[in-house]
């Protein structure tokens, strides 16, 4: 119950930290933080949760990041659908208080997506359903290769929060305009919730895709981290 409790928690921080950023901050007039701070604002929750709660639950805050823990063998099967419920919950709860503080705006609208991910025409910069498949799919693998990498009993101990933070970041340095980044199904759920509409209808390639990123980066670790020759 408490590890769940505390995935609920550090999944609510990841999607109004992240997502917050986006929706109130990235586009604020004179002093935007643009794409940049954003990136940094997904980055920053995960690194502040991992050094909170990393000794508590682990600090998934995805499901596509706990199943791919399990595929690799560091993670209880078990565990899995508390796990996953409570990221789900924990985001959905998440977007709800950033809805609540936007809408707080007089002009607030759902028109520009409440920081939901899409493809096609709902994509930031319009790239198609295949294009949104393979980043998704490619950047949720380098993800877990960065998490099981760091958290490693060779690696450096102590680093992997910053590690696993700064991986957060590049991913969406590199993969905004794509998709606006989930590799987080949780995250691409909460939000899409209250956009309803596209987003929901959407939503399944980011439930699809991460997972099947995080179930590859946990197969090539397997093979490259294992120490048999």
């Given at each position: 119950?408490?590890?769940s409790l505390?995935e609920?928690?550090?999944?609510f921080w990841?999607?109004?930290g ?5 929706v109130?901050a990235?586009?604020f ?7 940049l701070?954003?990136?940094f604002?997904f980055?920053l ?11 508590i639950?682990?600090?998934?805050l ?13 993670f209880?099967a ?6 996953i ?32 991910n899409g ?9 198609s ?6 980043t998704?799919?490619?950047m ?5 290769l960065?998490?099981?990498g ?8 102590g ?21 606006n980044t ?5 995250r ?8 309803g509409?596209?987003?929901i ?11 099947i ?17």
């Amino acid at each position: 119950m408490k590890q769940s409790l505390a995935e609920f928690i550090g999944t609510f921080w990841l999607v109004l930290g992240g997502c917050g950023s986006a929706v109130l901050a990235a586009a604020f007039p004179d002093v935007g933080i643009g794409l940049l701070g954003v990136s940094f604002a997904f980055g920053l929750t995960v690194l502040t949760m991992a050094f909170a709660i990393g000794h508590i639950s682990g600090c998934h805050l995805n499901p596509a990041v706990s199943i791919g823990l399990c595929v690799a063998g560091r993670f209880p099967a078990s565990k899995l659908l508390p796990y996953i419920a409570a990221q789900v919950l924990g985001g959905i709860a998440g977007a709800g208080v950033l809805y609540l503080i936007a809408s707080g705006k007089a002009d607030f609208s759902l028109a520009n997506g409440f920081a939901s991910n899409g493809f096609g025409i709902h994509s930031p910069g319009g790239y198609s359903l295949l294009a949104c498949l393979v980043t998704e799919v490619v950047m949720t693998m380098m993800f877990l290769l960065i998490i099981l990498g760091s958290t490693d009993s060779r690696a450096p101990q102590g680093l992997a929060p910053i590690a696993i933070g700064l991986g957060l970041t590049l991913i969406h340095l590199i993969s905004i305009p794509v998709t606006n980044t989930s590799v987080n199904p949780a995250r691409s759920l909460g939000v899409a919730v209250f956009a309803g509409d596209w987003a929901i209808g959407q939503v399944w390639l980011f439930w699809v895709a991460p997972i099947i990123g995080a179930v590859l980066g946990a197969v090539i670790y397997k093979i490259i981290g294992s120490t048999e020759e």
